[in-house]
């Protein structure tokens, strides 16, 4: 009998209550900072639902960024995908089954159902296979369709893992300190041509870029003057 099989359904047990546990723990040792909370804050206080993003390699904390009330988040249909989406069920949100374009359509209806219905949504627009860093056009078209803003929003940690993978993937060390950098809401217009959404495509994967690099940087005793708190200010 083949070992691929049954290593396959070990995963599928194990893998999403290993992932939440990492998560959790993660979040319980890893000191956090978050700038610009007031973005987000303001939109939920508002009660407008908002399409939040950042790179697939930050993907791994970003339940404990998420304040709102209810999310909703794409995941692929592929293993590790499943994987995710069952972990994040255990934290208490909602996956959807799909892609950021029109050829993953049942997902892509579905997002905007649950937007509609007052949700909040996750999407890493470089994923599921990159390249990475490079916003796909998926997401512009599902804040053109739904007129919810794109929120970019990245984590980093001042001691982290970067793994060898297509998206880098980022895992803090526990007892490090983490920072979440919110950036301002993209809009998009319902009546702008190709050409209004490129460019607006093009400002989503720039502003994304440049928090990664803030992030990245924060812990950096120079960082000062880049608009940033320095690490003095620190709060636990």
Partial sequence: MSLKPL???????????FTY???????????????????????????????????HG????MAHGYKGKRLSFLISSHRDGQVMGKAGELLGHHPIVGSTTRKGFSGFKNMIKAIQNGSDIVI????PKGPRQEAQMGV??????????????????????L????????????????????????????????????????LLEKRL??????????????????GLRKNSDFES
Wanted: proline content about 9%.
């Fill in 140 to 161: 512009v078209e599902l804040s053109r369709l739904t007129g919810k803003p794109m929120v970019p929003v990245i984590f980093s940690a001042s001691k982290k893992i």
């Fill in 124 to 127: 890493a627009p470089d994923g």
């Fill in 58 to 61: 930050r993907l791994l904390m």
């Fill in 7 to 17: 290593r396959k359904k070990i995963v599928a047990w194990l893998g999403p209550w």
């Fill in 209 to 226: 870029n440049e928090l990664t690099e803030q992030a990245d940087h924060f812990f950096d005793p120079h960082v000062s003057g880049r």
């Fill in 163 to 202: 793994l060898n993978t297509w998206d880098r993937f980022l895992i803090p060390y526990p007892f490090s300190r983490g920072v979440f950098i919110w950036g301002d809401p993209i809009y998009i217009d319902p009546n702008g041509d190709q050409n209004h959404l490129e460019e607006r495509r093009q």
């Fill in 21 to 55: 546990w990492t998560i959790k723990v993660l979040g319980w040792t890893v000191r956090v900072k978050v700038v610009h909370p007031e973005i987000p804050g303001s939109l939920w206080e508002k009660g407008i639902p908002f399409i939040m993003t950042f790179w």
